[in-house]
């Protein structure tokens, strides 16, 4: 990893972006994590992927019911529970990953979380183009 670049937190999860070392590709040397602030579990998502997970999380909030999917592709799957009087939202690695990971999402902090991610792929967006150089001052003949 080169750099790192925190977005925000809610209060139980921690959003950042990184740049890893490699070859320079479109988002190959991007992603976003999601990792909880108690250090147990940390998911990191490929670059393109973090505003795709946020529109994901601001529709899966709106289903909500407990023990169902509400989404499902190659890098994560989200499921709705409810255990006593806690209602999270799962974040589970697919078998894709070689290493299987969930992180549960207070189901009052997903809207934040999506949030969060928005802002993490904004600012990947914007920094996988490069910062273009400002002039000073304009040319007298301006």
């Known amino acids: 990893m080169d750099e790192r670049y ?9 959003v950042a972006v990184l740049r890893h070392d490699g070859p320079e590709d479109v988002y190959g040397s991007w992603s976003a994590t999601i990792g ?5 579990a940390t998911i990191r998502v490929p670059g393109h992927y973090a505003g795709v997970l946020a529109e ?8 909500f019911e407990p023990g169902r999917r509400l989404a ?6 989200v499921t709705a529970l409810a255990t006593d009087s806690v ?9 894709r990953s070689p290493v299987r990971v969930t992180i549960e999402v207070p189901r009052d902090e997903v809207d934040e979380l999506a949030s969060l991610l928005g802002e993490a792929q904004r600012l990947i967006d914007t920094l996988r183009q490069g910062l273009g150089m400002v002039p000073d001052s304009l040319p007298e003949a301006l």
Do not use: F, K, Q
Not at 36 to 40: D, M, N, Y
């Open 56 to 63: 994901r999380l601001g529709t899966a909030a709106e289903r």
């Open 87 to 95: 209602e999270t939202l799962a974040l589970s690695s697919t078998a």
């Open 6 to 14: 925190p977005i925000g937190v809610t209060e139980s999860c921690a």
């Open 36 to 40: 909880l602030r108690s250090g147990e």
């Open 72 to 77: 499902r592709d190659e890098y994560l799957d």
